[in-house]
């Protein structure tokens, strides 16, 4: 490339970084994508994807991150944003496979442990979400809403141990969660522990007054200590 092509390329990522960063990403994919007319990026193109996510255009992202992959097959970004384009358009199994090879690739990238654990729960495959959502707060315990969904996916195979240990670190971080709270209540009540149960539901509706499931579990739950006093 001569130098006053490579000087046009850095103008249009420059100019495409101003349209990105004032919102307009429709005009930035348009600039980035004339300075890949230009020179063909791994970089350029896996921005170009990322953005194209961004904006929703999954088909476009998935074959632009499909290029990137074409160029540099272990690149950790370029599975993860096709692995979030993947998702985004319901192809969950093509998603999976995705986040497994980022992580295989980098241990760390705690948000594609994240998407896996996801990936795995709206597949079904409730204990490989577990086991996501675990690898995960190994690496990053403060990520909360992984808490969140781990003690969801528990609550789908009646873990109540794990329910209760996973929602109470949500609490921990954020006392004022009411669905943490009904979580909770939900766990207490499964094992027998009818007193934790109601403070638990009591707690998310004085939190969250509209949060019916946890007001009509209360309301039963007195009316049976009302019965049975």
Known sequence: MS???????????????????AGHLKKAIGVYEEALRLEERTEILLHVGNLYNDIGRLDEAIRVHGRVLERSPDLPG?????????????????AIRCFERVVELDAGWV?????????HY????????????????????????????????????????????????????????PGAHYHCGVAHFRK?????????????VEI???????????????EMRMRFS
């Open 122 to 177: 709206h597949a079904g495959d409730l204990e490989e979400a577990i086991a996501a959502f675990r690898a995960l707060l190994e690496v990053s315990p403060d990520f909360t809403i992984a808490w969140y969904n781990l003690g969801t996916a528990a609550a789908q195979t009646c873990d109540n141990d794990l329910m209760l240990t996973a929602f109470g670190k949500v609490l921990e971080r954020n006392p004022r969660s």
């Open 3 to 21: 130098g006053d092509a490579a000087a046009e390329v850095r103008e249009l990522i420059e100019r495409a970084g101003v349209l990105e960063r």
């Open 192 to 204: 027998g522990n009818l007193d934790e149960a109601l403070a638990s539901f009591r707690a998310a």
């Open 208 to 222: 969250d007054p509209e949060n019916r499931k946890a007001a009509e579990n209360l309301r039963a739950l007195e």
């Open 78 to 94: 370029g599975h993860y944003g096709l692995g979030l384009a993947f998702y985004r358009a319901a192809r969950i199994q093509e």
């Open 111 to 119: 948000t594609a442990r994240y998407w896996l654990g996801l990936a």
